[in-house]
T-cell receptor, first 113, second 110 residues
Framework: NAGVTQTPKFQVLKTGQSMTLQCAQDMNHEYMSWYRQDPGMGLRLIHYSVGAGITDQGEVPNGYNVSRSTTEDFPLRLLSAAPSQTSVYFC????????????FGQGTRLTVV | DAKTTQPTSMDCAEGRAANLPCNHSTISGNEYVYWYRQIHSQGPQYIIHGLKNNETNEMASLIITEDRKSSTLILPHATLRDTAVYYCIVRVALADKLIFGTGTRLQVFP
């Protein structure tokens, strides 16, 4: 059972480039979300989804797009990378509608130069 | 979601109990208390959650005060592998969002 899988693990981008961070889960979870974590800080919610076709903004959505075409996948797109988006990105998933645990991926470390 | 307040850092000797406090004085009746931890730079790991009764699982115990305004996570026999940042989160029962604060950095020493 793979759980939550994020790819790539590391990425270096130039300012202005675009890219997609991948997140996949095999637990049939309805809820998926993306966080970013800057050095010495807690995690901040970027976007989330309560099911296929439904997405919503979190605390820090600017500069990021998401879509949810399947239950399993929740990609995060950086449209035009900026140095301020240098961070570690975590994807999480869980069942909805009940007090249950969330499962996190191992993170993608992104550097924008 | 209610805000939480945690100490920035704590130390604990290996083999001793680690007691991590959390203040959530504005918690509502339908909000649960969750604890997660993050070891080094890994993804956060779920530990335990509770509503108003004390809870225990294989990892830890959660003690919630009767007025629910504060709670304590107890690691009964801390090991070096328990060194991590511990996050206390208050979350509405049927909501799915987890809003993280800055957590408590627990250092377990030999």
């Amino acid at each position: 059972n793979a759980g939550v899988t994020q790819t790539p693990k590391f990425q270096v981008l130039k300012t202005g480039q675009s890219m997609t961070l991948q997140c996949a889960q095999d637990m049939n979870h309805e809820y998926m979300s993306w966080y970013r974590q800057d050095p010495g800080m807690g995690l901040r919610l970027i976007h989330y989804s309560v099911g296929a076709g439904i997405t919503d903004q979190g605390e820090v959505p600017n500069g990021y797009n998401v879509s949810r075409s399947t239950t399993e996948d929740f990609p995060l797109r950086l449209l035009s990378a900026a140095p301020s988006q240098t961070s570690v990105y975590f994807c999480a998933s869980s069942f909805t509608g009940s007090p249950t645990e969330a499962f996190f991926g191992q993170g993608t470390r992104l550097t924008v130069v | 979601d209610a805000k939480t307040t945690q100490p920035t850092s704590m130390d604990c000797a290996e083999g001793r109990a680690a007691n991590l406090p959390c203040n959530h004085s504005t918690i509502s009746g339908n909000e649960y208390v969750y604890w997660y931890r993050q070891i080094h730079s890994q993804g956060p790991q779920y530990i335990i959650h509770g509503l108003k009764n004390n809870e225990t699982n294989e990892m830890a115990s959660l003690i919630i005060t009767e007025d629910r305004k504060s709670s304590t996570l107890i690691l009964p026999h801390a090991t070096l592998r328990d060194t991590a940042v511990y996050y206390c989160i208050v979350r509405v029962a049927l909501a799915d969002k987890l809003i993280f604060g800055t957590g408590t950095r627990l250092q377990v020493f030999p």
